[in-house]
């Protein structure tokens, strides 16, 4: 939960648990953003728009990684997805929606191959009162793993509801007022001795300035 931005050389601390179980220094931390292997990663994607009706975009994603070439004491990750997205709107309501999905695949050993099927998919609905605007959000997510392996699966689902206000009284100032409610059920919670599922609520304040 939150709106931390990932730069290209910045790293991203994982959850402890994770770090354990891979033995590692705590905190553990990891590079997002590594070329390994020779092969190009490419997209390709088609969009079409109707006055009346809106845009609709389709896009298909492959970063060629090889699952099992060892890098930076990882290993790459063959992750590949589908995205289908929709602008359109209501009388005076905006509607966005975007939904994907896809696989990721890691094999340290032939003996270590997992697949990850993930999903996630939202619908956001806006609409702006001259300064003023606000917009409500519902996403679904979920993973599903695969391995070949005694480890436990490390699945997860849940949903999301965002509710947000804004209000610009200059053009280079924004003030926003947003909550947000996570409902998930996360199976790795358990390594922790902690509950798998978990409601977690954030009401935040922000103000963005703009030049």
Known sequence: MGDRYTTLLDNLRQPDVVGSR????????????????????????????????????LLYYDNEAEPAQPSHGGFGWRTKFTSLGLDTGIGDWVLLSQAMTGTTEVAS???????????????????????????????????????????????????????????RPVRWVRLTAEALQVDSYRQVRQVEGLAPRAVENQFQLSARFFF
């Open 22 to 57: 891979q033995r590692r220094t705590l905190p553990f931390e990891t590079e997002p953003f590594l070329q390994i292997g020779d092969k190009p990663s490419w997209y390709a994607g088609v969009a079409a728009r109707q006055n009346d009706l809106g845009r609709l975009t």
């Open 109 to 167: 050993t032939p003996a270590s191959r997992s697949i990850t099927r993930f999903r996630a998919a939202y619908l956001l609905a806006g609409r702006y009162f001259g300064d003023w605007s606000i917009a409500a959000r519902v996403d679904l997510f979920g993973t599903h793993e695969e391995h070949s392996n005694t480890a436990p699966e490390l699945s997860e689902h849940g949903h999301a509801l965002t509710a947000a206000v804004s209000w």
